[in-house]
């Protein structure tokens, strides 16, 4: 069975940092990323990574504050995240696909296996 186990969410003030971890599992995949949603919203991109080249892709928004790394013997994503503002504050869902797209990564549908989604909260 496919996992994806996300963890590492929580509370922070504005301007504080998190790093978000996600260990994929039960197959192999090309790609792995990031979306987030908002209360209210519709899934957003926010990263995406080739497993293999290392390639990065952000949205404009996260450019610069986030960062997007890959452990290959583990099979594992991270996402650190600086300088966190009031607007970052949703849940974000690790994904994956054993077909990534450097066309379409900032596509939600693009991608096959989405994690459980771990709350980030950053208050004003």
């Known amino acids: 069975q496919v996992q994806l186990v996300e963890s590492g969410g929580g509370w922070v003030q504005a301007g504080g940092s998190l790093r978000l971890s996600c260990a994929a599992s039960?197959?192999?995949?090309?790609?792995m990323g990031w979306f987030r949603q908002a209360p209210g919203k519709g899934r957003e991109f926010v990263a995406s990574i080739s497993l293999s080249s290392g390639s990065t892709y952000y949205e404009d928004s996260m450019k610069g504050r986030f960062t997007i790394s890959r452990d290959i013997g583990k099979n594992t994503v991270y996402l650190q995240m600086d300088s966190l503002k009031p607007e970052d504050t949703a849940v974000y869902y690790c994904?994956?696909?054993?077909?990534?797209?450097?066309?379409?990564?900032?596509?939600?549908?693009?991608?096959?296996?989405w994690g459980q989604g771990t709350q980030v909260t950053v208050s004003s």
């Open positions: 039960g197959r192999t995949f090309s790609g």
């Open positions: 994904v994956a696909d054993p077909s990534y797209s450097e066309n379409y990564y900032y596509l939600a549908r693009s991608w096959l296996h």
